[in-house]
């Protein structure tokens, strides 16, 4: 639980499943009565220097996008661990109450590029 004013970051896990990760994308929804977007950055999962391909946030719709790509050949397996990081704030005037944040999508690849099915 975050205070009003205060700031909480959400790490987005994955797992390719035995399977060499190349790049991943996800967008997070958010109830922007309460919540404003403020930082957004590559997890582990994809090395230490990952491409961002259209990433960005947008407060106004209430949705944060993610889309890295690993520099490199893909280590197979690649071991389970963070895409994403997205930091939210909850707004100073935010109404009391709970509040869902949703993957509205999530998408990865595998070393040839191919589909690697998304359980989320």
């Not at 909480?8 to 990760?21: C, E, S, Y």
């Not at 661990?81 to 990865?108: E, F, H, N, Q, W």
């Amino acid at each position: 639980m975050a205070s009003r004013g205060g700031e909480f970051t959400i790490a987005v896990n994955v797992d390719p499943q035995g399977r060499g990760l190349s790049s991943g994308e996800v967008i997070i929804s958010f109830d922007t009565r309460a919540f404003e977007a403020t930082g957004l950055s590559a997890g582990s999962v994809l090395g230490s220097s990952p491409i961002s391909a259209g990433s960005g946030m947008d407060n106004t719709a209430g949705t944060a996008r993610a889309t890295y790509a690993r520099v490199g050949q893909s280590p197979v397996p690649t071991a389970p661990g963070s895409l994403v990081m997205i930091t939210l704030r909850v707004k100073a005037d935010a109404p009391p109450g709970d509040y869902t944040i949703s993957i509205t999508r999530a998408g990865l690849a595998d070393g040839a590029f191919k589909d690697i099915s998304a359980v989320y």
